[in-house]
């Protein structure tokens, strides 16, 4: 059932999002390095590997540059154009081509790339892998600012690896032991708050959430 959701839900924002899409295909190929979309290798599914499709916002090679796969607060890497489709979640549109073709749903976790993949214990990786990853879903929603919590710190990477991993592995396991079709609804519409008024707290719609590591909440007091 949920398949068939995604199929068509896919196809119709497909449909009815093309004179926005088209128009930034234009700008995209006329800005920055001339790209307009960026593929990236991501884990998802059962562990099977696809590329997932966002607009291009940084540099061509931005992975093998700088801070790798973290992005950092103010980060050369992101173009001009890419600074504000990052903030608006505006590059995460093409992802409904991974939603039409079955790589990803609407809501499940965050597939991560390889090496952020390897943050989780294997147990940790396979109840979260159980179920298709999504554009949208309880860890995304919760760390949708993730960067704000270590991109000012000197032990960013380490700080991602120790912290906020297991942070994050924990919603997730939260999402899959919960997973419902009322549940998928509202942390569709949370999204849709987030986006367009993101300092409000989505916490409250959502009762028995893992509880942040006091790490994060003074780290992002800094």
Known sequence: MTRIFDIIFSGVALVILSPLLVPLFVILRLTGEGEVFYRQL??????ERF???????MLRDSPNIGAGTLTMINDPRVLPVGAFLRKTKINELPQLLNIFIGDMSFVGPRPLVPEGEENYTKDQARIIRSVRPGVTGIGSLILRDEESYY????DAREFYIHVISPYKASLEIWYV??????LNMLIIIATAFAVIAPSWDVTRLFSNLPHM???????RLQ
Do not use: C, L
């Open 42 to 47: 991501r884990v998802g599914f059962r562990g």
């Open 213 to 219: 590591p006091a790490e994060m909440i003074d780290s």
């Open 151 to 154: 991109a000012h710190r000197s």
């Open 51 to 57: 590329n997932i499709y966002k607009f291009a916002t």
């Open 177 to 182: 032991n919960n997973r419902s079709t009322t």
